[in-house]
Antibody, heavy 125, light 105 residues
Framework: EVQLVESGGGLVQPGGSLRLSCAASGFTFSSNWMNWVRQAPGKGLEWVASIKQDGSEKYYVDSVKGRFTISRDNAKNSLYLQMNSLRAEDTAVYYC??????????????????WGQGTLVTVSS | QMTQSPSSLSASVGDRVTITCRASQDIRNHLGWYQQKPGKAPKVLIYAASSLESGVPSRFSGSGSGTDFTLTISSLQPEDFATYYC?????????FGQGTKVESK
């Protein structure tokens, strides 16, 4: 059974740092792109970052570039999000999501097929 | 940029429900649809614009290509009251639509 379990959320002051973790099990972690998606209280979903299977490619939403770093440790089946210079607008539930992927004719589509339960990050003084 | 409409709708069990997403550029068929219930993680319904994810009821269908996409629920069931999001995966940054909340009339 595929499981994704986030941890590391909490209350942090503006300008502070936090590191989120996502422990994966039930699948070959090194075979999938992984993602972080967040949801501010009462708001919609926002994709935050993606990382390729071997960590060689990383992408970020503009609002977190230079502040957040996505990484992974395939030996530990773990995904991370290092968040620095946190702002009030970063307050959200952060989900890790597996990209199940679907490729046909050389074209691949993202499928966020498994999600964690989310971890709440609150940035406030 | 994905523009989703309507932002909310009221419907009754058995109704046919249609939600649309418009992309600001041609994204081919790189679009998925997700359902989210309060306090829960999203769930994928449709990928590649029209492919039904395994285990998802056949009353859900997706269509469209290029810039205009549609999610249709052919006969709304009680468990379908939720918020629905589209997600374009044509290029980074990946972008979700603003969401459509389907409420009981």
């Amino acid at each position: 059974e595929v499981q994704l379990v986030e941890s590391g959320g909490g209350l942090v002051q503006p300008g502070g740092s936090l590191r989120l973790s996502c422990a994966a099990s039930g699948f070959t972690f090194s075979s999938n792109w992984m993602n972080w998606v967040r949801q501010a209280p009462g708001k919609g979903l926002e994709w935050v970052a993606s990382i390729k299977q071997d960590g060689s490619e990383k992408y970020y939403v503009d609002s977190v570039k230079g502040r957040f770093t996505i990484s992974r440790d395939n030996a530990k089946n773990s995904l991370y999000l290092q968040m620095n210079s946190l702002r009030a607008e970063d307050t959200a539930v952060y989900y890790c999501a597996r990209n199940g992927g679907y490729c046909t004719g050389g074209v691949c589509h993202a499928i966020f097929d498994f999600w964690g339960q989310g971890t709440l990050v609150t940035v406030s003084s | 940029q994905m523009t989703q409409s309507p932002s909310s709708l009221s419907a009754s069990v058995g109704d046919r429900v249609t939600i649309t997403c418009r992309a600001s550029q041609d994204i081919r068929n790189h679009l998925g649809w997700y359902q989210q219930k309060p306090g829960k993680a999203p769930k994928v319904l449709i990928y590649a614009a029209s492919s039904l994810e395994s285990g998802v009821p056949s009353r859900f269908s997706g269509s469209g290509s290029g810039t205009d996409f549609t999610l249709t629920i052919s006969s709304l069931q009680p468990e379908d009251f939720a918020t629905y999001y589209c997600l374009q995966d044509y290029n980074h940054p990946l972008t979700f639509g603003q969401g459509t909340k389907v409420e009981s009339k």
